[in-house]
C-alpha cells in the first residue's frame, strides 16, 4: 500500500472486527525529533498476550475465511524503512493501541494520501462507531469527532452523499490550515 | 482567505437536507435502495477498492440511481479483489469479483439499472481455494 490513508483505513477495519465502538486516529508531526507519528486506538476486544507478538508474522490472522494477515506486517515493514518502528500493545476486555514511527523527512516515509475520505467514508459507513481523528503539526491541532457531527446533524443521517462531500471538504481545509505534511 | 469550514457549517447544509429528506420517500426503508458492499479488507484496498466505493457513492448520486453503498470486511474472494455484492430491492445478493471503476460502471448501467447480468459474478456456491 502506497498511502498512509489506506493502511489507517485497514488498521481501523481490525478495530472494528474487534468490536470497537470508539476508534481514535492520531497522528504527530514533531519536527523537533524528526518524527512522524501515527496512533490507531480502540476499546475493542483485545488481542490475547499469546497472540500480541505473532500479530506481525504475516502468516497469522484471527480470521478463518483464509490463512494470511498482511494488514500489520505492510504497515510495520514500511515503518521500520523509514528507521521507525510498529509497537502493539493491547488488553484483553480493554482495547488495543497500535503505535508506529516514521522518520518525518525520510524519503520512503508514505504520503499521508486522502484522509479527508478515508475518515469519512468510515464515518459514514459504520454509523454506530465512533471516530475521532486528531492530527497535529507546529501550526496546530485539528480534531474531527463524527460524534460532533452526528450531533450537528441533529438526526439526518450522515450517510447522505452531500454530507459526505461537505465532510471530506471540512477535514482537508482544517488540515490544510495546520499545514500537514502531505 | 476564505473562511474554512465548521460544524457550524454543517448545521446549516442541515436544515436544506432536512427538507430534501423528507420529500424522499424511501429514506427510511433500505430494502427498498440497491444495496452495494464493497469489500474492504487488506487485499480489497490494496487493490484499489477505496476508489471503486468512491466512483460508486458519486455515479450512483449522479446518475439519480437511490443507493447505499457501505464497506464490508473480507468476502474470502482475495484472488478476485475488489469485491462487490449488489443487492437490488427484493432480490438474492449479488457478488461480483475484479471490479474496477471501468467495472463499476458497466455494473451500474446495466445489472443496477437494468437488471441485465454482467461478467464477474462469483457463485454462490464458491468456496474458498482452501475448502477445496
Given at each position: 500500500m502506497?498511502?498512509?490513508?489506506?493502511?489507517i483505513?485497514?488498521?481501523?477495519?481490525?478495530?472494528i472486527?474487534?468490536g470497537?465502538?470508539?476508534?481514535?486516529?492520531?497522528?504527530?508531526?514533531?519536527?523537533?525529533?524528526d518524527s512522524y507519528?501515527?496512533?490507531?486506538t480502540?476499546?475493542?476486544?483485545?488481542?490475547?498476550?499469546d497472540?500480541l507478538d505473532k500479530?506481525v508474522?504475516?502468516?497469522?490472522?484471527?480470521?478463518?475465511t483464509?490463512?494470511?494477515?498482511l494488514?500489520?506486517?505492510?504497515?510495520?515493514?514500511?515503518?521500520?524503512?523509514t528507521?521507525?518502528?510498529?509497537h502493539?500493545?493491547?488488553v484483553?476486555?480493554?482495547?488495543?493501541?497500535?503505535t508506529?514511527?516514521f522518520?518525518?523527512?525520510?524519503?520512503d516515509?508514505?504520503?499521508?494520501?486522502?484522509?479527508?475520505?478515508?475518515?469519512s467514508?468510515?464515518t459514514?459507513?459504520f454509523?454506530d462507531?465512533?471516530?475521532?481523528?486528531?492530527h497535529s503539526?507546529?501550526?496546530?491541532?485539528?480534531?474531527?469527532n463524527s460524534?460532533?457531527?452526528?450531533?450537528?446533524?441533529d438526526?439526518?443521517?450522515?450517510?447522505?452523499?452531500?454530507?459526505?462531500?461537505f465532510?471530506?471538504?471540512?477535514?482537508?481545509e482544517?488540515?490544510t490550515?495546520?499545514?500537514?505534511?502531505? | 482567505?476564505t473562511?474554512?469550514?465548521s460544524?457550524?457549517d454543517?448545521r446549516?447544509i442541515?436544515?436544506?437536507?432536512q427538507?430534501?429528506?423528507?420529500?424522499?420517500?424511501?429514506?427510511?426503508?433500505?430494502?427498498?435502495l440497491?444495496?452495494i458492499?464493497v469489500?474492504?479488507?487488506?487485499?480489497?484496498?490494496a487493490?484499489g477498492?477505496k476508489?471503486?466505493?468512491n466512483?460508486l457513492i458519486?455515479e450512483?448520486?449522479?446518475?439519480?440511481?437511490e443507493?447505499?453503498v457501505?464497506q464490508?470486511?473480507?468476502?474470502?474472494?482475495?484472488?478476485?479483489?475488489?469485491?462487490?455484492?449488489v443487492?437490488?430491492?427484493?432480490?438474492?445478493?449479488?457478488v461480483?469479483?475484479?471490479?474496477?471503476v471501468?467495472k463499476a460502471d458497466?455494473?451500474?448501467?446495466k445489472?443496477?439499472?437494468n437488471g441485465e447480468?454482467?461478467d464477474g459474478?462469483?457463485p454462490?456456491n464458491y468456496?474458498t481455494?482452501d475448502?477445496?
Open positions: 502506497k498511502e498512509l490513508s489506506l493502511h483505513l485497514d488498521i481501523v477495519n481490525n478495530s472486527t474487534a470497537a465502538s470508539l476508534i481514535q486516529v492520531t497522528i504527530r508531526e514533531e519536527e523537533e525529533s507519528f501515527l496512533l490507531v480502540d476499546n475493542g476486544k483485545g488481542i490475547p498476550m497472540m500479530v508474522d504475516p502468516f497469522v490472522t484471527s480470521r478463518s483464509r490463512k494470511v494477515g494488514g500489520l506486517p505492510l504497515l510495520k515493514q514500511n515503518a521500520e524503512r528507521g521507525g518502528f510498529l502493539i500493545e493491547s484483553v476486555g480493554e482495547g488495543t493501541t497500535v508506529c514511527r522518520e518525518l523527512k525520510n524519503f516515509r508514505p504520503a499521508i494520501g486522502d484522509i479527508s475520505g478515508v475518515i467514508m468510515l459514514c459507513s454509523t462507531i465512533d471516530f475521532i481523528y486528531s503539526t507546529k501550526h496546530g491541532n485539528y480534531v474531527f460524534r460532533e457531527v452526528k450531533s450537528a446533524l438526526g439526518v443521517p450522515v450517510t447522505d452523499p452531500s454530507i459526505r462531500k465532510l471530506i471538504e471540512m477535514i482537508d482544517n488540515l490550515e495546520i499545514k500537514i505534511n502531505r | 482567505m473562511k474554512i469550514k460544524l457550524a454543517l446549516k442541515k436544515e436544506d437536507l427538507e430534501k429528506i423528507r420529500l424522499r420517500e424511501n429514506a427510511d426503508q433500505p430494502e427498498k440497491v444495496q458492499k469489500g474492504m479488507a487488506t487485499s480489497g484496498i487493490s477498492a476508489e471503486v466505493m466512483f458519486e450512483l448520486e449522479k446518475r439519480n440511481v443507493a447505499v457501505t464490508t470486511g473480507d468476502m474470502g474472494y482475495c484472488f478476485a479483489e475488489p469485491t462487490i455484492e443487492i437490488l430491492p427484493g432480490q438474492e445478493p449479488v461480483f469479483g475484479n471490479v474496477n471501468k458497466e455494473i451500474i448501467e445489472y443496477i439499472k447480468l454482467v459474478i462469483i454462490r468456496e481455494i475448502n477445496k
